[in-house]
């Protein structure tokens, strides 16, 4: 078994682990943002209130992954008939990819595409940066703990009367 199928065959343990680690560690606000980003780029975004963040991610990120779809002919993606590599690269884009699969699963290649390759490599870009704006999202959606040593340690500002 070479390196590759090694991780491969380990991918669910770790996506398991992955999945374990964010319920954990994450407050109810976080799973919401995260799992929004994830349905569709910039949603989470959205949702908390960050507004101009999440157009720049929906644009930016839609339109690199539809024109990797269009360079590679709407033949790159599928979780089944493509090279393993590619549909880890597109399992963080989510609901988009799932809506790609879906709309083109009929189709069939009928010629040789020199591009098919940039297209998956713009399409699974485009889901990978997705995970960024996910773990942007899981930052802004944290909920900020209160400091109670530092008002017992240090002095209360004190105010000038002028």
């Known amino acids: 078994m070479t390196f590759s199928e090694t991780i491969l065959e380990l991918l669910p343990v770790f996506v398991a682990a992955g999945v374990a680690y964010f319920l954990w560690k994450s407050n109810p606000r976080q799973r919401i943002a995260v799992l929004l980003t994830w349905a569709f780029p910039g949603a ?3 949702w908390l209130g960050h507004k101009t963040r999440a157009k720049f991610l929906a644009l ?24 393993p590599i590619w549909k880890l690269a597109q399992a963080p884009g989510g609901l988009m990819a799932v809506v790609a699969w879906l709309s083109t699963m009929s189709l069939k290649v009928t010629t040789a595409n020199n591009y098919y390759l940039i297209g998956c490599l713009y399409s699974g870009s485009a889901c990978l940066l997705n995970l960024i704006a996910m773990c942007d999202v899981w930052d802004l959606a ?19 009367n002028t």
């Open 142 to 160: 944290e909920t900020p703990e209160t400091d109670t040593t530092a008002s017992a340690t240090e002095p209360a500002p004190v105010e000038e």
């Open 60 to 83: 930016c990120l839609v339109t690199t992954f539809v024109a990797g779809m269009a360079l590679a002919g709407f033949l790159n993606v599928s979780p089944f008939d493509r090279h």
């Open 44 to 46: 989470g975004h959205w």
